[in-house]
């Protein structure tokens, strides 16, 4: 059973579009990540939040923006989707002690037409 | 130094075979080390972590070498399951963890 959710699975969009990928956490887990990987690929930070109205940008350049309202749920939006944004979105999350390691959701794949 | 550098492989070994993969870090102040393996197309899951003084959990063996900076997986008696990849992950000095690129395995029968 998964103690972190992620919606929509899969998703196909027009250019231009807004869309906002849910992310929800069962666990109480304070810190909250969201990562994208192309197939194959090494996984980029985008995102992260160490707790309830505090986010911070990750490695890599992204033009998404992240809430972080409720512990439990960590949404990302992309304002204007672009093929460029085609890729899986992974988010993940874990508890305050660095000695624990990240939970992954099962992703989104997103494919902008 | 990179902050995290893996072999990508691909790994092509038999069945039964022994195999490792090493993986090296550039925090040396690091005190959180894990491997996860990747099957194609889904999320990493948390294989295992990585103690100071070595840690086995089955076939599975994981071992952390802090002179010379890198955490090692041997996986014994190789199943046609194991075949995926694996990622060498490290507490950076951010607070967040650093995944390697992934070792890619494929155990043929």
């Known amino acids: 059973e998964a103690d972190i959710y992620q919606t929509p699975r899969y998703l196909v969009i027009g250019t231009g579009k807004k869309i906002t990928l849910e992310c929800s956490q069962t666990m109480g887990h304070d810190k909250m990540y969201w990562y994208q990987q192309d197939p194959g690929m090494e996984l980029h930070l985008i995102h992260y939040?160490?707790?309830?109205?505090?986010?911070e940008k990750g490695d890599l350049s992204s033009e998404s923006t992240v809430s972080r309202i409720r512990t439990e749920h960590f949404p990302l939006t992309l304002e204007s989707a672009r093929p460029s944004h085609t890729s899986q979105y992974l988010c993940?999350?874990?508890?305050?002690?660095?000695?624990?390691?990240?939970?992954f959701g099962s992703g989104t794949r997103l494919t902008v037409v | 130094r990179k902050e995290v550098e893996q072999d990508p492989g691909p790994f092509n070994v038999p069945e039964g075979a022994t195999v490792a993969f090493n993986c090296t870090y550039s925090?040396?102040?690091?005190?959180?080390f894990f491997w996860y393996r990747q099957d194609c197309r889904k999320e990493p899951k948390l294989l295992m972590s990585?103690?100071?003084s070595g840690n086995e959990d089955g076939r599975f063996t994981a071992q952390l070498n802090r002179a010379s900076q890198y955490i090692s997986l041997l996986i014994r008696d190789s199943k046609l399951s194991d075949s995926a990849t694996y990622l060498c992950s490290y507490g950076g000095s951010q607070g967040n963890l650093i995944f390697g690129k992934g070792t890619k395995l494929s155990v043929k029968p």
């Open positions: 925090n040396s102040a690091s005190q959180s």
């Open positions: 939040s160490y707790g309830v109205n505090s986010t």
């Open positions: 993940a999350s874990s508890p305050a002690r660095e000695s624990y390691g990240y939970t």
């Open positions: 990585v103690y100071s």
